[in-house]
């Protein structure tokens, strides 16, 4: 699955107030979603990363990096991103970070970019988070 069809699904379920509305969205998508995506993309629509510790937080996420014209990104490449990003410590793993993520935005388009530094410094305001994001997986 790209991860434009999350961020699309995201800013749709941002969009309204229904929890019903909600629900059938977050539904939806998750019906689109492979067998091997679907911890990825459960834990995106949560409002988190899988990786507890990425070494990322605003800071790390504001330098400006152009985006994409076309979205390309898969949720499970992102989660493979990051996960890299956590792994990294040690002498040079700042400017090893730095360079992941430029490369990772690098891909991404400009919703996308938006959509990664809210999901990355806790800040995904959609309004549907764990539990409607756990009422439409049931």
């Known amino acids: 699955m790209l991860l434009a069809e999350l961020v699309a699904t995201s800013a749709e379920v941002a969009a309204t107030r229904s929890r019903k509305a909600k629900v059938g969205l977050l539904a939806e998508l998750l019906r689109r979603v492979g067998p091997d995506e679907l ?19 605003w800071r790390g996420v504001s330098a400006p990096v152009p985006a994409a014209d076309e979205p390309s990104l898969g949720v499970l490449e992102v989660d493979h991103a990051f996960a890299a990003m956590s ?4 002498a040079g793993s700042q400017a090893a970070r730095r360079q992941a993520v430029a490369e990772l935005f690098g891909r991404a388009t400009a919703a996308e970019q ?15 988070l764990d539990a409607v ?5 049931a």
């Open 114 to 128: 938006a959509w990664l530094r809210a999901i990355i410094t806790g800040n995904l305001r959609q309004g549907a």
């Open 133 to 137: 994001t756990q009422e439409a997986l």
């Open 87 to 90: 792994r990294l410590s040690g």
């Open 39 to 57: 911890e990825v993309v459960v834990s995106y629509l949560g409002g988190t990363l899988r990786q507890r510790r990425t070494g990322l937080g």
